[in-house]
């Protein structure tokens, strides 16, 4: 990877990874993973009024960003703990689909616990990468609580959902994207557990890049939205959206750190509009986004003109397109005529 420009010293929340981070986890990827694109769309321009850079972590292996942090997570544990013979974590997919390869390629075992009711399409490719899957509890918390009793009864690693390898790792794509259109005005992306939002926050600091960043929750699975509010860690109620890679009920501190410091704005979108997005992401690049991959088109079709984004340039962090069979064709019927 080309050395990134120094930038002054500034001081960051501990979510975000230094550039030296950021240079040794694209070292690391350099032979593993090749960079996704990032496309400018005219016909997404024409829909929101402004250009639209769209980086396409949909090409990833595993069809999501998560592989980057696997894949440096997994090469750095197995470095350090050369007898460990396996890993448990909780996803609602991408997290377990990247644990899966990643845990297959250095040699470790890896049980994923998810929620009843999970992407079954999802839940296909995990086994398919070699997992032991576990159905258990009806969200990701309670998932996550049963992991965290099979990893001390069967003396397996717990794969967190966010950790400073997992940021450098998937910090890559932020780097891609921001160098390769250096004069993005704005960034939307996802908020899930937080490794996302903060790798591309490393990555704009790491670069000296100026746009702003927003980010992007469902109205009805709101806690990152809520904690930017309150600035401090707020839970909510529900994890009920069809974006799975955004139903997070219970945010985690570190990414609420940086979120509160860092970006522009924290915004809601609802189902319905997650779902019209999808559609005109397939409509009009025919790439497939799953809810939380379409969730940043739809804050920006809600809430770009009023952020005053007509006419400028902006970028979509396309984060995954892991949407099963079912919930595409509601995509593709709901999107925009």
Known sequence: MT?????????????????????????????????????????????????????????????AFKVRGGLVYMTHLRAERPGLAGVVSATRGNHG?????????????????????????????MRAYGATLVEHGDDFIEAAAHAESLARAEALHMVPPFHPWLVAGVGTYGVEFLSAVPDLDAVFVPVGMGSGICGLLSARDALGHKA????????????????????????????????????????RAEPVEAIC?????????SDDEILEAMG??????????????AAPLAALRRYGADLGLTGKR????????????????????????
């Open 3 to 63: 050395a990134l420009a120094p930038v002054p010293p500034i001081a960051r929340p501990a979510a975000l990874v230094t550039r030296t981070g950021l240079e040794s986890a694209a070292d690391l990827l350099a032979g593993l993973l090749p960079p996704t694109p990032q496309i400018a769309w005219p016909l997404l321009a024409e829909a929101c009024g402004c250009t639209v850079w769209v980086k396409h972590e949909n090409h990833n292996p595993t069809g």
């Open 97 to 125: 689909q990247s644990v899966a390869l990643a845990a297959r390629r250095v040699g470790l075992t890896a049980t994923i616990v998810v929620p009843h009711g999970n992407n079954p399409e999802k839940n296909a490719a």
């Open 212 to 251: 702003r960043v927003y980010g992007v929750v469902s109205e009805t699975v709101d806690a990152y939205r809520r904690s930017f509010l309150a600035g401090g860690p707020v839970a909510c109620e529900s994890a009920d959206t069809l974006a799975d890679g955004i139903a997070v009920r219970v945010p």
């Open 261 to 269: 410091r860092e970006v522009e704005d924290v915004l809601v979108v």
């Open 280 to 293: 005109l992401m397939f409509t009009a690049t025919h790439n497939a986004a799953e809810g939380a991959g």
């Open 314 to 337: 902006v970028g979509l962090v396309l984060s995954g397109g892991n949407a099963d069979r079912a919930l595409f064709t509601r995509a593709l019927a709901a999107a925009p005529g």
